[in-house]
Nanobody
Framework: QVQLVESGGGSVHPGASLRLSCAASGGTFNNYAVGWFRQAPGKEREFVASINWTGVNIYYTDSVKGRFTISRDNAKNTVYLQMNSLKPEDTAVYYC?????????????????WGQGTQVTVSS
């Protein structure tokens, strides 16, 4: 059974940076794609970024392109989300998830294992 644990969230001012980590245990984490999603209060959980198992195929939602970078270190069973130039609209709980089977990388329904989330708050 795969377990995912996010860390690195916090409260920052606009323009600041944070790096989120998603550490995996159990299963074969290194063989599968991982996605980052976020959920703001009163909104649906939305796709932020994903990375395939080799780290070659990477996708971002338009609102974070050029500011966020997803990466993975398979030797450490960890996926990262570097977030720069943070904006108040980035405020949300951020979740990582592992996609074992098929389905759209952009859909929460395609992901099989989820972490508990880490809060990111951006405010002045």
């Amino acid at each position: 059974q795969v377990q995912l644990v996010e860390s690195g969230g916090g409260s920052v001012h606009p323009g600041a940076s944070l790096r989120l980590s998603c550490a995996a245990s159990g299963g074969t984490f290194n063989n599968y794609a991982v996605g980052w999603f976020r959920q703001a209060p009163g909104k649906e959980r939305e796709f932020v970024a994903s990375i395939n198992w080799t780290g070659v195929n990477i996708y971002y939602t338009d609102s974070v392109k050029g500011r966020f970078t997803i990466s993975r270190d398979n030797a450490k069973n960890t996926v990262y989300l570097q977030m720069n130039s943070l904006k108040p609209e980035d405020t949300a709980v951020y979740y990582c998830a592992e996609k074992v089977y098929g389905g759209s990388r952009y859909s929460t329904m395609a992901y099989d294992y989820w972490g508990q989330g880490t809060q990111v708050t951006v405010s002045s």
